[in-house]
């Protein structure tokens, strides 16, 4: 290891002793306190000075998306102390039955609480979460054994980062081209023609969505391999992160069963106490729900302007509190949309209308175009200021593509992808 890698590995180092701290401070005192002890406030100042320290290190390791990954579990933690010690408190009581009794395995588990926050297989797991791939259940394996688990989970992790290394090193050749020739205004522009906008959501929804998607599945992936193959969780803890594109063709759909769940529970509980406990805005109304939604969007886009500042991209640069703020008017227009048009169906056909609820083709396919259109719309406003920067476009540590030459890699892309697909027949 040379002598420009000693800093980094001192800032490696001491954001994985604070996470770790980080981790056993909230655990310990699930199990150690009762649900109305005072000393659990102690874990919000606690937690906030924690993610503050870790933001400053990963800060300063440089633009990177695992550092963005691992401040994101930083803040999704600060949540998880407000929601499982103090909102919604549990205690060493609703630590299962099955556990060891020993301080250890409780301790473990109560750690996993707040580092695996859909609380899967639990009384509060969150709505939504994905089941097992079908590929364990036309085998008839309830729970994945864990050496096939592995394979799978191993196989297609090697493919996603092929895929996010070819990605990466396109984006980094156009962003070099348009920084060399500068192509590309300081600020986002709005007033585009027909065709640039055509091409912008479909660049948006590519980078936003379909890349965004690899690499936040890439990461989950990665951490399900290690730990499963250390033995210290079980394939059935870990079910897929996101849900089926097909549930996309809205964007209640896209938001609530398509992305991942990984920020609804702790979000949810903090914006329920806000609308319902401090403004006492009565439960199940449409004043309640809209908040809610507001809430949990604005702590969202909070959150990712934190991961923007990682990212080297200034508070004042960043888009992602105007993209996740905006995401609660699309809601409210498209149940706005379906509202009027439930009462015009419901009028001119009356009970010869569909109850089953499916709907047809046609319907969904207008759905996936309103869907697709609006978040690629919007995002501009947060995708852009990624765009301008060179330095943003590095997805993985080591680039493969750039030892061997991009075709190798993208042919293995094609070719692995489709026999991976196959063969433990990949769901999308």
């Known amino acids: 290891m040379g002598e420009g890698d000693a800093p980094a590995s001192s800032h490696i180092l001491q954001i994985s002793g604070l996470y770790a701290i980080h981790c056993l401070i909230p ?24 993610a503050h320290q870790a933001v400053h290190v990963a800060s300063a390791l440089g633009p990177g998306f695992f550092w963005c990954e691992l401040v994101r ?64 259940q036309r085998r008839g394996w309830i729970i994945p054994p864990r050496d096939r688990f592995l394979i799978r989970q191993i196989a297609i992790a090697v493919w996603q980062y092929l895929a996010l290394d070819v990605f990466a090193t396109l984006a980094l050749q156009q962003a070099l081209e348009q920084k060399k020739h500068e192509t590309l205004p300081p600020t986002v522009q709005w007033d585009l023609s027909v065709e640039q906008w055509i091409e912008r959501i479909i660049s948006n929804l590519v980078a936003g969505f379909v890349v965004s998607r690899i690499l936040i599945d890439f ?57 319902r406990d401090l403004l006492g805005l009565p439960s199940q109304t449409s004043a309640e729900k809209y908040m809610n939604i507001f809430t949990i969007f604005f702590f969202s886009g909070a959150l990712h302007v934190v991961l923007d500042t990682v990212q080297g991209i ?82 993985v540590p ?22 991976v697909a196959f063969v433990f027949e990949v769901e999308i």
């Open 314 to 395: 200034p508070a004042d640069e960043s888009g992602a509190m105007l993209f996740f703020s905006l995401a609660p008017l699309g809601l409210l227009i498209e149940d706005g949309i379906r509202t009027l048009w439930r009462a015009f169906v419901d009028l001119s056909y009356g009970n010869q209308t569909n109850k089953k609820g499916t709907l047809p083709m046609w319907q969904k396919t207008l759905g996936f175009l309103w869907t697709m259109v609006w978040l690629g719309v919007t995002s501009t406003c947060y995708l852009y200021p990624q765009m301008l920067r060179p330095q943003n476009q590095a997805l």
């Open 27 to 50: 655990a310990t005192l699930l199990i150690a306190t009762s649900k109305q002890s005072i000393f659990r406030y102690l874990s919000v100042p606690c937690s906030l000075l924690l």
């Open 219 to 275: 990461h989950h992936r990665a951490f399900s391999i290690i730990i499963v193959g250390l033995r210290l969780d079980s394939p059935s803890n870990c079910p897929p992160l996101f849900g089926k594109a097909a549930n996309a063709y809205t964007l209640r759909g896209f938001w609530g069963k398509f992305w991942h769940q990984l920020l609804r529970q702790p979000l949810t509980s903090v914006s329920k106490f806000i609308t």
């Open 398 to 419: 080591y680039s493969l593509a750039s030892q061997v030459g991009l075709p190798v890699v993208g042919l293995a892309v094609v070719v692995g992808g489709a026999i």
């Open 73 to 136: 579990l930083f803040v999704t933690i600060i949540f998880q102390c407000l929601n499982l010690l103090l909102i919604n408190p549990k205690d060493n009581s609703d630590v299962p039955a099955e556990v060891d009794q020993g301080l250890v395995d409780r301790l473990y588990y109560a750690t996993s609480l707040f580092t695996q926050p859909r609380g899967v297989n639990t009384a509060w797991q969150v709505k939504n979460c994905p089941s097992q791939p079908q590929y364990y």
